[in-house]
């Protein structure tokens, strides 16, 4: 059991560490600083890595004490174990370890789903930006003769859409 606490322990700080990196993100992403944010990206893949093992690693752990008391897991979930723990002291804490990794999850969840919000503003302010300096005016088609050779020089652009 040591091992599985050491195990949770670990995700908790891993998933907190992930969650300082979002809010910092939040910040980057209103400067729009994109090399901080590239920085941060990086952090994030590594600490997701890290996630991936000890989650892996804790699904192990948790099948061979279950297996230990002859039982067998249907996803190897920590409420499973739970029910199946029959000192006080463990499910106690097995509990209290679920709740602060539950809380910590669910806090990232927000403020992923917060930079997603901020990354789609500032993507559609760089489109709105793109289409104000790479369009032609409107106007020129509708009121200008074709056979001028204003109108040909009104079809150029700032820059080319097909590059």
Do not use: C, W
Not at 27 to 56: H, M, S, W, Y
Not at 109 to 124: F, I, M, P, T, V
């Amino acid at each position: 059991m040591e091992m599985l606490y050491e195990l949770l322990d670990n995700l908790i700080q891993l998933h907190k560490a992930l969650y300082t990196l979002a809010v910092q993100k939040k910040d980057v992403l209103i400067k729009g600083n994109v090399d901080e944010l590239v920085a941060i990206t990086r952090q994030e893949q590594k600490l997701v890595k890290g996630i991936t093992a000890a989650e892996t690693a804790r699904l192990s752990v948790v099948r061979e004490l279950t297996a230990e008391k002859g039982f067998t897991l249907q996803d190897g979930t920590l409420a499973e174990l739970i029910k199946l723990t029959i000192s006080a002291e463990e499910k106690r804490r097995l509990t209290a370890l679920r709740n602060e990794l539950s809380r910590i999850v669910f806090e990232l969840r927000d403020a992923n789903e917060l930079n997603q919000q901020l990354l789609r503003q500032s993507l559609s302010f760089v489109n709105m930006t793109l289409d104000l300096i790479t369009d032609t005016p409107e106007d020129e088609f509708i009121y200008g003769n074709p056979t001028s050779e204003g109108y040909r020089q009104a079809s150029r652009t700032f820059f080319n859409k097909k590059a």
